[in-house]
């Protein structure tokens, strides 16, 4: 089976959700706690690939590092929010998961289902 990869934050009932999910079918996926091990700019840029998303789409706007870095400027660049992403990984939307070249976020937590081999 594909490599299945789970940007997750424990604390976030989405997150858990989406994890019970995939355990009740029997699957294992590699959690990644972002939170603690965020992903960098290249990770980011590839992850939005596979979601078919851009940075913007990716940002939790209710996040108070939303308004302090003034995020909601249109005038910032793909680059610039990439960036402000991977240095304040609370900013990214989640659960996500990861199967091979697709990803979904997990938003209700059934989506992650939509994507599974």
Not at 72 to 101: C, T, W, Y
Request: charged share 25%; net charge negative; hydrophobic share 40%.
């Amino acid at each position: 089976m594909t490599d299945l990869t789970l940007y997750h934050n424990p604390r976030c009932s989405k997150s858990r959700g989406a994890l019970e999910l995939l355990e009740a079918r029997g699957l294992a996926p590699t959690v990644v706690r972002y939170l603690e091990t965020p992903l960098n700019a290249e990770q980011l840029h590839s992850l939005l690939g596979k979601l078919g998303i851009s940075a913007r789409q990716l940002l939790r706007t209710g996040e108070d590092e939303y308004k302090s870095l003034n995020l909601a400027d249109e005038n910032l660049s793909e680059a610039q929010l990439i960036a402000a992403i991977a240095a304040h990984p609370k900013l990214m939307e989640r659960p996500i998961l990861e199967v091979g070249n697709q990803a979904v976020i997990g938003r209700p937590p059934e989506k992650v289902l939509e994507i599974l081999p």
